[in-house]
């Protein structure tokens, strides 16, 4: 057994290039088959995540005469392989020696998309050791590394619980990793072929139907700007008596349905629409509903009136499901059949009758206490159907172009010359952007007030008195309440803890078109959700009567040897309603709108410590959403006796401490330099005297 090191040394160290790639009549390392298994919590384990692939990794470095050299080496087919899988989030691990004493790791992560029903790989990361056996003449010989690849969707698949799919492509790809310390080296893996599915694993472990690449992926490929469909399209109409169409509607919807676990713990069943649903209802002159039936136990139904004779609208949703096993794993009522019915709520898609209503954007609707959908590319008409095509279209406020409207009249007034004002810069803010942000965002200073300089010419007054007034103190802008949250495990444990303050600022359309923006607080009120894993972990807060919900996804990287192992802030998504009392005289009242911003890296400290922040820091989430977080203390990972561990201070607040010591320090050596002075000058005034009385 011995021998094995020294072969895999020998031909690892054989295959040095001077360049990346393989020759094109170099035959591919064989394929690797790769399982990921999940133990629920009655059973046997089972499948959650499979990969088959073929790969070769090419490593640079250094060497003592500081030229470069390239090692690379293929994916055994026998590597070890480990992993966890959770709702939203799933992660593999391929580990295999490397040369005498060395060790190679590979981390994939994959993350599930709620809206669109999408997984892609998120995430990867090298772990290595520059073994000398391996990395010959290396510069830093055995010291550990740790390259990463991120902000990248790669893999982009559709995928959900009826329709899984898996991701096939035979084709060369080749992923490239950042090391900040040897930023100059080359890391980079080159995938022959590969065969993954990270969620909705059938049972008997074998491959969904595959989504194939495009044939022109040759290189890296980019990151997906435009995804695709968010819902399956379905197109469905009614027939009157006569066989005329009386009814047309086209629409995705992606159903979101919390169900509740035998361990009393909370989990949500997701599903689409098909678009071959049978459809039924019926039509009349004020009131007509369709009602659109699937699987065995599942359907939707909507109605519509006519108002006034003038215009119609929705006055009515049901949702019917089952909890069937397949999609309501491990339900604590298994089987049982429930219907939600939403007849209350604000007038929803408001339409002159002859018309149709037309939204492309995606829209939210709560239906009864457990369903929630997500309505896209919506076009109904259930009225005054003259054929088998939509009348003309009335558009939605989402899907019209926001534009600026023309100032009339308006003056230019020359600047006087002055002396330009300096800003003083605002302390304890720290502006965080998304990495793909392409515009600045300023930093907004709380309730500020803009004094414009008045078109006046002061005249002197000969002998006037000058009386000073004391203005009144300005009262300080109100600060966000902070807020105690936590998550517990399935024991009942708590295993996330959460203080903070937020803020959030929104900008919208008035009916005038003008931009305005909201403001509204996290209320200490706010009911706490989530879950905790090994690696990952989320908290999701809802607030407004389920109005406002803003999630935050946590990640924990792998330790290396000589660092300890790091959690942050990954992901942040915000479901929001435009409810006039926040967003006054919005265009688009009761509109439901969707956020998310997943290439964050934020809040960061070591995984056994909680994080925490009193100075106040600005998050970017969309170039119209933001979030103004202060007095934060965050643990997300390794809670115990529900309390927080010793906090990892962030660099604002001891950069803010700095200042008083350093002014103190000052203040106390001029108070001495003083005294000093006070006493050499007063020893020589007693001296002087003494000379004086002996003269």
Known sequence: MWLIPTILAVLCVASVRASVGLAADEPAPPVGHFVVNKRPLIGTSEPCLLLDMSATFHIGYIRTDNTAAIVSFALPDDTMVSGDCSHRHAKLNLRFGLGWDGTFELDLAFEKNLVPTHFSLSGATMYYKLVPDMFPEAKYANARVKATM???????????????????????????????????????????????????VPESGKFSPPETCPDDITTSPAPRTTPAPLNPIGHFSLTDTEGNPCFLLSVGVFFHVLYELKDNNTVAAEYTLPPNSTVGGGCGDAKATIALSF????????????????????????VGYVREPKLFPYAKFPGEAVNEVQLDGPSLFVTDLGNSYLCKSIQFFDVGSTVKLYVTDLQVQPFAVKSTNFSEAFECAQDLPATMAPIQNATTIPAFNTTAATMMPIGNVTTILPTNATTATAVPIRNATTVRPSNTTMVPIKNA????????????????????????????????????????KVNYTKSDKKKHTGIFDLPQTAKATGFCGSDNSSLTLTFHDDAFNV???????????????????????????????????????????????????????????????????????????????????????????????????????SGSNQVPVIIGVVVGVFVVAVFVVYIVVNKRKVKDQMLRTLT
């Open 150 to 200: 991120s902000n990248e969707q790669y893999f982009y698949t559709s995928s959900n619980a009826f329709a899984p799919h898996s991701y096939l492509c035979d084709k060369p790809q080749t992923f490239h990793f950042s090391d900040p310390d040897r930023p100059k080296s080359t890391r980079a893996l080159s995938i022959h072929s590969v065969q993954v599915q990270p969620f909705y």
């Open 295 to 318: 699987f065995q136990g599942f359907n939707l139904t909507a109605t519509f009136k006519t108002k006034r004779n003038s215009s119609f609208e929705l006055v009515a949703a049901s």
């Open 465 to 504: 008195t000058t009386i000073m007034t004391t203005p009144k103190p300005t009262a300080p802008p109100k600060e966000p309440p902070q807020g105690h949250f936590e998550v517990k495990d399935t024991k009942g444990h708590v295993c996330l803890l959460a203080n903070m303050s937020l803020q959030f």
């Open 551 to 653: 999630t935050f996804d946590f990640v924990k990287d792998k330790a290396v040897k000589g660092k300890e192992s790091r959690f942050n802030m990954s992901t942040i998504e915000i479901l929001y309603t435009e409810l006039p009392s926040i967003f006054p005289g919005t265009k688009s009242p009761d509109a439901r709108r969707h956020v998310r911003s997943s290439t964050l890296n934020i809040f960061s400290a070591d995984a056994d410590k909680s994080y925490r922040c009193r100075a106040d820091v600005y998050i970017a989430v969309t170039k119209d959403v933001s979030i103004l977080a202060s007095h934060v203390q965050l643990q997300p990972f390794g809670v115990k006796s529900g309390k927080f561990s010793s906090a990892e201070e962030c660099s604002e607040d």
